[in-house]
T-cell receptor, first 118, second 116 residues
Framework: AQTVTQSQPEMSVQEAETVTLSCTYDTSESDYYLFWYKQPPSRQMILVIRQEAYKQQNATENRFSVNFQKAAKSFSLKISDSQLGDAAMYFCAYRSFYSGGGADGLTFGKGTHLIIQP | DAGVTQSPTHLIKTRGQQVTLRCSPKSGHDTVSWYQQALGQGPQFIFQYYEEEERQRGNFPDRFSGHQFPNYSSELNVNALLLGDSALYLC???????????????FGPGTRLTVT
């Protein structure tokens, strides 16, 4: 079974600064997807960014980018120019590439609470 | 374009009772997944429905069951409620089976279940 570990329960950053959230995972599969989700106090989980394991290029979505290190099984999220609206819980998640065998559900880490200091 | 909706928003039940939670997927989506998120934890996968059948299941007991209707909406039923079932229950929808797409799941706002 796959596991996802987020070792930072809480992170704090000054507004307009850059912050990096860490995520490591354990899998024996070679093909999979990785995601970062944001969960604000409203509780609705919002997809921030997605990375396909077969792609070497790191994904980027505006101020959000990832550092995907497949050999190290590491998938960190960098938020540039942090804004007050970025304050939320951030979850790293894993999904197998292939359907079947109980692999379709997302496996989440425990989350990192990101605080933005004005 | 309506997103994923869930009802009710909050629910309080007594230990031993049964509960039904409802989810309507995002327009154009035919696959529904359910997750349980305990306080301070990440969501845990319960099961997934596609074409009105349970396709995948996480590590949850048979007390947790579900249903998908022809309009793709879904219900989650929990029998013989335990105090430990208190959690936020999230529904997520996606288009098609995982292997056929990049499988971006869109989440609803959740139902907060409290068991007393």
């Amino acid at each position: 079974a796959q596991t996802v570990t987020q070792s930072q329960p809480e992170m704090s950053v000054q507004e307009a600064e850059t912050v990096t959230l860490s995520c490591t995972y354990d899998t024996s599969e070679s093909d999979y997807y990785l995601f970062w989700y944001k969960q604000p106090p409203s509780r609705q989980m919002i997809l921030v960014i997605r990375q396909e394991a077969y792609k070497q290029q790191n994904a980027t979505e505006n101020r959000f980018s990832v550092n995907f290190q497949k050999a190290a099984k590491s998938f960190s999220l960098k938020i540039s120019d942090s804004q007050l609206g970025d304050a939320a819980m951030y979850f790293c998640a894993y999904r197998s590439f292939y359907s079947g065998g109980g692999a379709d559900g997302l496996t989440f880490g425990k989350g990192t609470h990101l605080i933005i200091q004005p | 374009d309506a997103g994923v909706t869930q009802s009710p928003t909050h629910l309080i039940k007594t230990r031993g009772q049964q509960v039904t939670l409802r989810c309507s997927p995002k327009s154009g989506h035919d696959t529904v997944s359910w997750y349980q998120q305990a306080l301070g934890q990440g969501p845990q996968f319960i099961f997934q429905y596609y074409e009105e059948e349970e396709r995948q299941r996480g590590n949850f007991p048979d007390r947790f069951s579900g249903h998908q209707f022809p309009n793709y909406s879904s219900e989650l039923n929990v029998n013989a409620l335990l105090l430990g079932d208190s959690a936020l229950y999230l529904c997520a929808s996606s288009e098609g089976l995982a292997a056929l797409s990049s499988y971006e799941q869109y989440f609803g706002p959740g139902t907060r279940l409290t068991v007393t």
